[in-house]
């Protein structure tokens, strides 16, 4: 009897487990190995997974080319980075490599009588100082976001926007900073752009257009403006100007970090104070150099390579290569290449 029994058990559970058909069948769902295999994680183009941004920071990056971080220096170091550039301005300070650019329609400065007006300086490398502010650690775990762990600081300035004369030259035409850059990839470089003091449209905040980084480099000229355009402020000769714009309103220490082919300017001052900011370029050390003659960036090539001539004194042939590794720093990892 128990026998009969026992096969009598085993044959039901057999006739269960046999696959049925018609409406009686049932629904069958994948185990939990098959889900993991079937489901796609969201793919990243343009970050790393560093466990720092969120993924809704990482996918905004993405599709738009930028990301802002608000409040992130302090006032107290903002206050340190403006007295250095009032000493600078001043000449109490003289800093080895230091570019200091003036307003073509600017006579009175802000901070000398009877000189015009310091509208920015560039490549404070050598500044203990200002360079504090490319080696900032809560600045440097952003960046490795977009650079990889090996991180050379190769741009640095300080801008100093001017009130508007009336002849619109404290505008900054649209334009790309890979344009300036003769290193690759452009994926691996990134701008951190540090709001001074509160920037909104009234001083001359940053205008992007989204979006614009997934496109190529294109070709960059002076703008035919009536009031003239500061030196080396190159723009987009052609762009589609019905794109939307966002006009980036930061307040004091908020930070956005961008990618080189972003396309972005910045309106006029209608304010009577000058407007400041603070920024760096940061490439991965992994990052190659290019040669740039034949391409589009032919023509900043010659201009910056003049300029370097004469501020070195030398007569020597310079590429646009030259000039950039005089400039680049490492601050953090190893200097792989770059």
């Given at each position: 009897m128990e026998g009969a029994a026992a096969a009598a058990r085993l044959g039901t559970i057999l006739r269960h487990l046999r696959p049925r058909t018609g409406a009686a069948a049932l629904t069958t769902f994948p185990a939990s190995a098959q889900i993991a295999s079937v489901k796609h994680p969201m793919e990243f183009h343009y970050t790393l997974d560093n466990n720092l941004?969120?993924?809704?920071?990482?996918?905004?990056?993405?599709?738009?080319?930028?990301?802002?971080?608000?409040?992130?220096?302090?006032?107290?170091?903002?206050?340190?980075?403006?007295?250095?550039?009032?000493?600078?301005?001043?000449?109490?300070?003289?800093?080895?490599?230091?570019?200091?650019?003036?307003?073509?329609?600017?006579?009175k400065s802000e901070f000398?009588?009877?000189?015009k007006a310091v509208t920015k300086i560039q490549d404070f490398q050598e500044d203990e100082e200002l360079f504090r502010y490319c080696t900032m650690p809560q600045i440097l775990k952003y960046v490795e976001c977009f650079t990889g762990p090996n991180i050379m600081a190769m741009h640095t300035m300080l801008i100093n926007k001017p009130?508007?004369?009336?002849?619109?030259s404290s505008r900054h035409p649209m334009h790309q900073d890979l344009h300036y850059f003769p290193f690759r990839p452009a994926d691996l470089i990134v701008c951190s752009w540090t709001a001074m003091e509160r920037?909104?449209?009234?001083?001359?905040?940053?205008?992007?257009?989204?979006?614009?980084?997934?496109?190529?480099?294109?070709?960059?000229?002076?703008?035919?403006?009536?009031?003239?355009?500061?030196k080396m402020y190159?723009?987009?000769?052609?762009?589609?100007?019905?794109?939307?714009?966002?006009?980036?309103?930061?307040?004091?220490?908020?930070?956005?970090?961008?990618?080189?082919?972003?396309?972005?300017?910045?309106?006029?001052?209608?304010?009577?104070?000058?407007?400041?900011?603070?920024?760096?370029?940061?490439?991965?050390?992994?990052c190659h150099y290019i040669e740039v003659k034949g391409t589009s960036q032919e023509n900043i090539e010659k201009e910056?390579?003049?300029?370097?001539?004469?501020?070195?004194?030398?007569?020597?042939?310079?590429?646009?290569?030259?000039?950039?590794?005089?400039?680049?720093?490492?601050?953090?990892?190893?200097?792989?290449?770059?």
């Amino acid at each position: 009897m128990e026998g009969a029994a026992a096969a009598a058990r085993l044959g039901t559970i057999l006739r269960h487990l046999r696959p049925r058909t018609g409406a009686a069948a049932l629904t069958t769902f994948p185990a939990s190995a098959q889900i993991a295999s079937v489901k796609h994680p969201m793919e990243f183009h343009y970050t790393l997974d560093n466990n720092l941004l969120t993924p809704e920071q990482r996918h905004f990056y993405d599709e738009n080319g930028y990301l802002v971080i608000k409040n992130l220096v302090s006032g107290e170091d903002i206050e340190c980075f403006r007295n250095e550039f009032a000493k600078i301005c001043k000449k109490e300070v003289q800093v080895p490599g230091l570019i200091i650019m003036r307003d073509v329609a600017i006579a009175k400065s802000e901070f000398v009588p009877d000189q015009k007006a310091v509208t920015k300086i560039q490549d404070f490398q050598e500044d203990e100082e200002l360079f504090r502010y490319c080696t900032m650690p809560q600045i440097l775990k952003y960046v490795e976001c977009f650079t990889g762990p090996n991180i050379m600081a190769m741009h640095t300035m300080l801008i100093n926007k001017p009130p508007d004369s009336g002849k619109k030259s404290s505008r900054h035409p649209m334009h790309q900073d890979l344009h300036y850059f003769p290193f690759r990839p452009a994926d691996l470089i990134v701008c951190s752009w540090t709001a001074m003091e509160r920037i909104d449209r009234s001083n001359g905040c940053l205008v992007v257009l989204p979006g614009t980084h997934k496109g190529s480099l294109k070709q960059h000229d002076y703008p035919d403006w009536e009031g003239g355009v500061n030196k080396m402020y190159h723009g987009v000769r052609d762009y589609n100007k019905n794109l939307p714009r966002v006009h980036l309103v930061m307040e004091k220490g908020d930070t956005v970090f961008f990618h080189p082919l972003l396309i972005h300017g910045s309106g006029m001052n209608r304010t009577q104070g000058f407007r400041k900011a603070i920024s760096c370029h940061y490439a991965s050390a992994d990052c190659h150099y290019i040669e740039v003659k034949g391409t589009s960036q032919e023509n900043i090539e010659k201009e910056v390579v003049e300029i370097a001539q004469r501020k070195y004194g030398v007569s020597t042939p310079m590429t646009l290569k030259d000039t950039w590794m005089i400039r680049g720093r490492l601050v953090k990892g190893d200097r792989t290449n770059l």
